[in-house]
C-alpha cells in the first residue's frame, strides 16, 4: 500500500493541516513505511469478531441536569488569540 | 541522606516526627533542582513561589496534626495535566501560552491531600513518543548517561524522579509512556487499569488508552499515589465506580503460590541480551519466593504495534481537531480567511511527529478506508483483550520484559519512525487490553544502565501487581541504586 502525493494532500487537507514545500513527499515516504507494516493485520482472520472501542464497557452516563458553576466569559477569554465584544474574533466567515 | 533522596514514606515519617518541615524539604529539593536542572532537564515550567507557598500551608496543616501520607511531599507533575493557573503546554508550541482555568481531577485531588507541587516535567509533544526527543521546549537527558534518552513520552517525569529533583512524580501511559520511561530511569511507574483514574484535564491524546499513574522510587510509593489518586470522577464518564481498596494491605510481602505467566512471544530472538538475562533471573527470584512460574501464550501479542498506531492515532487525530487557533493556543498571523487560520496555525504549532499520526489518523478515518484500517484494528484489539482474558484464567500476573532494550542514544531513532514505534512493543498490548501493569528495576547493564520488568495483573486487580513487585523489591537491591550526577 502506498499513498500517492495527491492522497497525501487530500489527507491533509481533511486534517486541516497546511503542508510545507516537500512536506508531502516527506509524509508519503513515512506513511508509506507504516502502512505497510500495518499491512500485516491483513493476515488475521477476524471473521465473526466484533470490535473493541473500549477495554471496558462504556455505556451512557447520566446525571441530574443541575446547575453548575460555569466558567464565565472573562475567564473562558482569557486564553483567546484575539477577542473582541466578549468574543472570539476570527477572520471573516461569511461574504 | 539527602532530603531530596527520600521515598514519600521516609519523608512523610520526618514530618509526621516534626524531624523537619515541608518548606525545609521543598527548599532542598529546589537546591537539588538548580544543581542538576541544566544537565538533565526534566522541567518545562518550575513554580516555586507556589510550591512554597504550598509547603507553608502543609506544615500548618501538619502543625494542626491533619497529615496524610502525601502532606508537604514535593512532586512534579507531566505537563499534560492542567493546572489552574500555571502553564499547561503538553509541551507543544501550540499551547505555549496556555493556562488552563481550571485543575484536572489528578492535580486537585494531589492538592487536597496537601501535597507540593515543584512544576511541570518535559514530555514528547503530546504524549506522541517514546524518548522525549519531540518536545517544542528541547530534549530531557538520562540521569544514567547524559548521552541516552529517558524514554517517553513522562521522560521528563521519569529524570526527575531519578535525579532526585523530586520526591515522586505523575506520568500518563497510552502505549507505555509510564512504565518504559521508568525501565529506562530505573525508577517505579505504574499505569492502573484503564477507568481507574479520572483523565479529567489530562489533555487527550487516545482516549480509550490514556491513563495518569505513579512513577516514584519504590513499590510503596506508588501504592501511596494510586491511593490519592484513584476512584470515580463525575466528570470521567469512562472513569469507573469500583471502590479503591485499601493499596498498603496489598504489601504483604508474600507472594507464595502466585502463579506468574510468562508469555512465549516476549521472549524472542534479537532480544537485547543483558535485558533477557535480568528478566529470567528476575523471574527464579520470584520462585525463590515462592511463586510458580505457568508458561502462558498471548498469540496475536505480534499484532499490538499495528494495532496500537491505527486506534491510536485514529483517536489522536479526532482528539488533536480541537487545537484550531480560535479558543485558544497558538494562532498564524494575518490568515486571509478562517481554514487558513485553521491550517496555518495547526502547522505552525504543531511538531512533525503530532502531524505524521495526525495524518495516519486522518487516512486510517477517511472514507474508503475505514474498514480496512480502523475496524480491522478495533477487531484485532478484540482478540488481544482476549489473550488476556485467557491468559489470566492461568496466571495471577504476567511478567515480561518493560522494553526490549536499555535507554538508547539521543537522536539515534528520531529519523526512523517506525524503529521508534517498536521500542514499545512490550507495552502497548496492555493498554489495547485496559490492564494494569507496573515497571520496576530488575538489574543494570554492564554500561551502567537501567533494565525494567513488566509485571502485568487483571483489570482493576492492582493489589496483585503491587504485592508481586513489592515482594520482589524488598528481596533485591536495585531500587536504592541512584543515579550519579
Redesign the interface.
Known sequence: MTLTIKEVEHVANLARLDLAEGEAERFKGQIDAILSYVEKLKQLNTDGVEPTSHAIPVNNVFREDNIMQPLGQERALANAPDKADGCFRVPKVVE | MKLYELTIHELHEKLKNKEVSSVEATREVFSRIDAVEDKVRSFVTITRDEALKQAEDADKRIAAGDIRPLTGIPIAVKDIFCTKGIRTTCSSKILE???P??DSTVVAKLKEEGAVILGKTNMDEFAMGSSTETSFFGITRNPWDLARVPGGSSGGSASSVAASECIASIGTDTGGSIRQPASCCGIVGLKP???RVSRYGMIAFAS?LDQGGPMTKDVMDASIMLQAIAGHD?MD??S?GIAVPDYSKALSGNIKGLRIGLPKEYFIEGMDREVDESVRKAVKDMEKLGAEVVEITLP?T??A???Y??VATAEA?SNL?RF????????AKN??????????S??EG?GSEV??R???G??AL?SGYYDA?Y?????????I?KDFDDAFKKCDVIVTPTAPTPAFKIGEKTAD??QM?LSDIFTISVN????PAISLPCGFTGSNLPIGLQIIGK?FDEETVLRAAHSYEQATEWHKKRANL
Request: aromatic share 16%; no cysteine.
Open positions: 501560552t496556555f493556562i482555568p481550571y487499569t484503564y477507568g480509550s463525575r464518564s469512562t469507573v496475536h505480534e499484532y504495534v499495528a494495532v498506531y491505527l487525530s481537531a484550531d487557533g480560535a479558543k485558544y493556543g497558538y494562532r490568515a486571509k480567511d478562517l481554514l487558513d487560520m485553521y491550517k496555518r495547526r502547522a504543531f502531524k505524521r495526525i495524518m495516519l486522518t487516512y477517511s484500517y475496524l480491522k484494528a478495533q477487531k484485532a484489539r478484540t482478540l483483550k519512525p517506525l514505534y489495547l487490553a485496559g490492564v483489570g
